[in-house]
């Protein structure tokens, strides 16, 4: 309360003076840097830089409120002697000149050399640079290396740093990670193109990665209104397939009288479905896992991927109408020999709530990283289709080949499955639980969330060749079965 007390009373320059001096006392440590370099003492010049490093974090607010400028000058020249400092061996001579720009920049805004932005009223201005920007301002970096302008990438990087001081804060809202990523790579990538001789390959392999994850964060990687279409008639066709079956089965036995069980069932399992996404929606909140949505979206993904793979499995599994309908037989007659018609309807009931279950999952882990009109739509007419299938059915008498129904089903789920064991895989990398071990030699494939680490890589590829070996077991199976 003192301390809004005093903001409201005091005007913006008085402490934009103590910024000038909290500056010019932990410019002392890049003075010093600059004398331990010269005498060839990294280890000791790496101290005494975090030192002013660390200093710096706690006003650097302040200096960017004066000076966006001073603010983006001071962060670049430290960021570069960073950069040096983590090259191996360092290069003195390089490190001395950038430390001495760092101090010459600090000394600048200490005098009030650098502009006052505070009184400038342009620039009081709200900005209208977003992360996509930044994305685009990467693509047009990596086109002129790829055309060996490597000055004008370089004044491109430039421009990128100057748009982040902008937007950073939203970026940093979003994901630490990503901001401690982009903070370190843009100026990586001034270095390699600022060198003699210019590293172009080490400069588009940081952009790639940058691309990477700010697209992320952007909007411009995520699932599809397909990707939501197929879960939900996925999921109830599968659902609508089981009470199908046992509506059949009960006219079959001469118990048409107890399907108004089965329909409470649907009913039920329908109500507490929808129940669940509720509670589901508050658990996997912003007060669960802080303002993370790649933690949520990641742990959800990896789970979804689990659970679509053993569905993918199953389906395979039933693929033939014999399997199906023994399978629908088996379990309706253990019901009917209890003498339970509670039994019918739970049976209605727990077809509807697993499906339903599993469609809140996946649905949740979407949501990160899909618009929220694409996911209301495709959940929309994915309804849509269904209702329409549900009364071709029952009304009209339509049949749905078992076998075709099953084999595309388990297809659609396996690339499901795919995609979010991707999706998981990568949200959890850029939440920054998991490393992120690019390589230029991983294929990058979009559509099916195959992104160039080998983290994400790897279980991506065990999965293919666990559905491949499925696949060829079950056919084994099959022929064994028919000889005998």
Excluded at 247 to 255: A, P, Q
Excluded at 310 to 330: C, E, I, P, R, T
Excluded at 399 to 420: A, E, Q, T, W
Excluded at 439 to 445: E, F, H, K, R
Aim: glycine residues 8%; without cysteine.
């Amino acid at each position: 309360m003192i301390a809004i007390l005093t903001i409201s009373i005091f005007p913006k320059e008085v402490f934009a003076s103590n910024a000038k001096e909290d500056l010019s006392k932990a410019n002392q440590s890049i003075i010093k840097a600059t004398e331990l370099a010269e005498e060839g003492d990294i280890e000791k010049t790496k101290e005494s830089f975090k030192n002013f490093a660390e200093g710096w974090r706690d006003f650097e607010d302040e200096v960017k409120a004066e000076s966006k400028e001073a603010y983006g000058s001071i962060e670049d020249k430290m960021g570069m002697v960073q950069f040096l400092l983590s090259q191996s061996p360092v290069q003195k001579d390089k490190l001395v000149q950038a430390l001495k720009d760092l101090d010459n920049v600090d000394k600048d805004f200490v005098s009030g050399k650098l502009k006052n932005d505070a009184k400038d009223s342009k620039n009081n201005k709200q900005t209208n640079v977003t992360i996509g920007d930044l994305v685009v301002l990467l693509e047009k970096a990596k086109s002129q290396i790829d055309n060996k302008d490597n000055a004008a990438a370089l004044k491109t990087m430039n421009t990128f740093s100057s748009s982040w001081i902008d937007i950073e804060g939203v970026v940093l809202t979003k994901s630490k990670k990503i901001y401690d990523d982009a903070e370190k790579d843009m100026v990586s990538v001034k270095a390699y193109l600022s060198t003699d001789p210019v590293q172009t390959e080490k400069a588009l392999k940081t952009i790639d990665r940058m691309h990477m994850y700010l697209s992320e964060i952007a909007g411009t990687s995520s699932y599809t209104m397909v990707d939501v279409i197929t879960i939900i008639l996925r999921e109830g066709l599968e659902a609508l397939l089981v009470v199908i079956a046992l509506l059949g089965f009960l006219n079959r036995s001469g118990h048409e009288d107890k399907k108004g069980w089965i329909y409470g069932g649907v009913g039920i399992g329908f109500a507490v479905s929808i129940v669940l996404a509720v509670l589901v929606k508050v658990l996997f909140s912003s007060g669960t896992f802080g303002n993370n949505n790649f933690l949520i979206g990641g742990w959800t993904g990896v789970f979804a991927a689990v659970m679509l793979i053993y569905v993918s499995y199953w389906l395979h599994s039933k693929s033939s109408a014999k399997a199906w309908q023994s399978y629908v037989n088996n379990k309706g007659s253990q019901a009917i020999a209890t003498g339970s018609l509670f039994s019918l309807g739970l049976l209605a009931f727990l077809a509807v709530f697993r499906e339903g279950t599993e469609t809140v999952l996946f649905y949740i882990g979407m949501a990160s990283s899909i618009k929220l009109a694409d996911l209301i739509i495709g959940i929309g007419i994915g309804m849509a289709i269904l209702v329409v299938i549900a009364v071709l059915i029952l009304k009209v008498g339509l049949r749905i080949p078992m076998r075709p129904f099953f084999m595309v089903s388990s297809l659609l789920v396996f690339y499901l499955g795919l995609k979010f064991t991707g999706m998981g895989v990568n949200g959890l990398q850029l939440a920054g639980l998991l490393p992120a071990t690019s390589s230029d030699s991983l294929p990058s494939i979009a559509w099916l969330a195959m992104y160039p680490t080998w983290e994400g890589f790897i279980p991506q590829l065990i999965l293919i060749i666990v559905a491949v070996s499925m696949v060829i077991l079950n056919h084994l199976n099959s022929k064994a079965s028919k000889l005998n």
